[in-house]
């Protein structure tokens, strides 16, 4: 389906070049003379990039309807992630390369939020933070914790993580999947 300038707000996803976009932030400008445009920032459902674009008033931009699923991550093997779609409980691959960074926060049974665009995988978002155990750090020192600093730590996937030096190993800490940063440690 066909939008028209007018219809174009944030949260719409659009075709673009024949790639997917989700609209981020809109503005509408009429100016006094000639027609009126919008300037449009656009994020790429698959890669995450950011670009502006503007759109005349005469244009058509294609609707692209996006299907949001909840799916269960299960297990990964050879670059493949395996999920389990919560309504039809079909399990669906997804390569590392659609999960990038985000692979290294993926646990056993965690729910993540899928979206796709005629049966391809675009983007698979992680909640904000998730609790991990850690696995393996340099043991503290007695009186660190009035200290600033951090030192590395190994979660249970694998990943590492900065985490303030009175974090031990076996302790469980909450970090943001989105930067990949210590958040608190959680009790």
């Known amino acids: 389906m066909a939008l028209s300038i007018n219809e174009i707000k944030s949260g719409v996803t659009i075709l673009v070049d024949g790639a997917v976009y989700i609209v ?8 006094g003379k000639g027609a009126a445009f919008v300037r449009a920032k656009l994020r790429n459902l698959k890669s995450s990039y950011i670009q502006e674009k503007t759109f005349r008033g005469d244009e058509k931009i294609e609707e692209a309807f996006v299907e949001e ?27 590392v390369d659609t999960l990038g960074e985000k692979a290294k926060f993926l646990k056993d049974n965690l729910e993540v939020s899928g979206y796709f665009y005629k049966g391809d995988t675009l983007n698979v978002n992680l909640p904000n933070s998730i609790e991990f155990k850690v ?29 303030p030096l009175f974090i031990n190993s076996g302790d469980t800490i909450k970090v943001d999947t989105r930067s990949g940063e210590y958040v608190e440690r959680v009790m």
């Open 135 to 163: 696995a393996h750090t340099e043991p503290g020192i007695k009186g660190d914790t009035a200290k600033s600093g951090t030192k590395a730590a190994q979660i249970e996937t694998g990943a590492t993580v900065q985490v």
């Open 69 to 95: 699923r909840k799916l269960q991550y299960l297990y990964s093997s050879a670059q493949i992630y395996y999920f389990m779609d919560q309504d039809n409980f079909e399990e669906i691959a997804i390569p």
């Open 24 to 31: 981020v932030e809109t503005q509408h400008v009429k100016p």
